[in-house]
């Protein structure tokens, strides 16, 4: 079969290292089946999994469980995460050494950060003999427990107690310095805020092996979605300020932030209309990725198209050690074939995934991805009647 991809772009499949595909535990909001459709109809050949499932993945059973799944049934490459802690609780530490041995790319507190420094040096210090970069999720629940938006005038305007920057800011600087003292590779999660992409850049600079990435929600739009929005707007770390998501953007343009990983995070309906305090965080986002990349960062000229590109596959790829996000010579193909300049408006009943939970609904988009490849096998063409 000829493929025409006359003005398109053809690039190593994606790689998004941040999603939550919810098996086991959470069928109603997504399975890894729905979920790689939805990873290849938006261009993505490879995922990390992210622990919080029920049970949590923090045994090798549960672990093993969801690698086999993402074999049998998933549409894309499913590779996964292991929980830091039992049950994310941040009390005693998993057996990270079978879990590695058994296919955990990466051990992250992604659902609850560890906050018990003691616990955080043992992880860090067994992360580095293991040489398995760390995935934080630099979250200070303690700061604020009842807040659904950015603190600041939004949050002030809906009455919400609000989370503030400095809950994030101040993990991020602290899992800096665990990862200066123990040589651990560190990964920041959905980095969200000015300052927290400041000290991501200073501790580059002095040599601390941190990688970042950031969502495509953190920067594309501010906290004011919450007035248009509501709870399709909450999301965990919540979105900033106008200058933070311009220095989200700054940090990817220099290279402060390595990633573009949607933190796919889905919810059902239900549970999304609750009550603001009720309502969980969380938005999908692997069906609008490419879309917010391109209309956002590539055709405004804030980001090189080709950088766009690296922190879409290689770069993720390379930060959990995946044996993805490039195209090499007598391997099968993963490959995305991107339109740059397909414009579409984003509507949600047409999600491969099984949640609806976004708040870019209506929204004008310039830029998809049209054929999605996996092991030289087509998973997605938007041109085919099937999708
Ligand atoms: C995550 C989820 O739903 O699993 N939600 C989110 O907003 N990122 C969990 C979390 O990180 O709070």
């Known amino acids: 079969?000829?493929?025409?991809?006359?003005?398109?772009?053809?690039?190593?499949?994606?790689?998004?290292?941040?999603?939550?595909?919810?098996?086991?535990g959470f069928p109603q909001k997504e399975t890894i089946q729905t979920g790689s459709l939805a990873a290849a109809a938006g261009g993505f050949s490879a995922v990390v999994c992210m622990p919080n499932t029920k049970p949590a993945i923090d045994t090798v059973e549960t672990l093993t469980y969801?690698?086999?799944?993402?074999?049998?049934?998933g549409a894309v490459k499913v590779f996964s995460s292991a929980a830091m802690t039992y049950g994310i609780e941040g009390q005693i530490l998993t057996d990270m050494e079978s879990l590695r041995k058994a296919g955990a790319v990466t051990f992250t507190d992604d659902g609850r950060t560890v906050m018990d420094p003691g616990i955080l040096y043992d992880c860090f210090c067994k992360a580095a003999e293991l040489d398995v970069p760390i995935s934080?999720?630099?979250?200070?629940?303690?700061?604020?427990?009842?807040?659904?938006?950015?603190?600041?005038?939004?949050?002030?305007?809906?009455?919400?107690?609000?989370?503030?920057?400095?809950?994030?800011?101040?993990?991020i600087a602290r899992d800096i310095l665990f990862a200066e003292e123990t040589g651990a590779r560190l990964h920041i999660q959905h980095v969200s805020t000015a300052r927290g992409v400041q000290l991501i850049r200073e501790a580059k600079a002095r040599g601390v092996r941190v990688t970042a990435e950031a969502a495509p929600h953190h920067f594309s739009i501010t906290d004011?979605?919450?007035?248009?929005?509501?709870?399709?707007?909450?999301?965990?770390?919540?979105?900033?300020?106008?200058?933070?998501?311009?220095?989200v953007v700054q940090g990817l343009s220099e290279g402060t932030l390595d990633a573009i990983a949607t933190d796919h995070a889905p919810h059902t309906i239900a549970e999304k209309s609750h009550p603001l305090e009720r309502a969980p965080f969380g938005?999908?986002?692997?069906?609008?990725a490419v879309g917010l990349t391109f209309t956002k960062l590539v055709h405004p000229g804030k980001l090189q198209l080709m950088d766009a590109i690296s922190k879409l596959t290689i770069n993720p790829a390379n930060i959990m050690g995946?044996?993805?996000?490039?195209?090499?010579?007598?391997?099968?193909?993963?490959?995305?074939?991107?339109?740059?300049?397909?414009?579409?408006?984003?509507?949600?009943?047409?999600?491969?995934?099984?949640?609806?939970?976004?708040?870019?609904s209506g929204?004008?988009?310039?830029?998809?991805?049209?054929?999605?490849?996996?092991?030289?096998?087509i998973v997605y063409d938007e041109n085919s009647p099937s999708g």
Do not use: Y
Not at 363 to 377: D, I, Q, R, S
């Open 283 to 288: 938005l999908v986002g692997l069906e609008t």
């Open 322 to 360: 995946l044996p993805a996000g490039r195209l090499e010579e007598g391997h099968a193909a993963d490959i995305a074939i991107i339109d740059p300049n397909k414009e579409w408006i984003v509507e949600p009943d047409t999600f491969h995934s099984k949640s609806r939970n976004t708040p870019f």
């Open 1 to 24: 079969r000829v493929i025409d991809a006359t003005g398109l772009l053809v690039v190593p499949g994606l790689v998004d290292i941040h999603v939550h595909f919810r098996e086991p």
């Open 66 to 73: 969801v690698l086999q799944t993402g074999k049998r049934h």
């Open 136 to 171: 934080s999720h630099c979250e200070d629940h303690r700061f604020v427990t009842s807040g659904s938006f950015n603190r600041g005038k939004f949050s002030s305007l809906l009455g919400d107690p609000g989370i503030p920057a400095l809950g994030e800011e101040l993990i």
């Open 224 to 247: 004011e979605q919450a007035l248009l929005s509501g709870t399709m707007a909450k999301v965990n770390p919540p979105l900033r300020t106008e200058q933070d998501v311009e220095a």
């Open 363 to 377: 929204m004008k988009l310039k830029g998809k991805a049209v054929l999605t490849m996996v092991n030289g096998n």
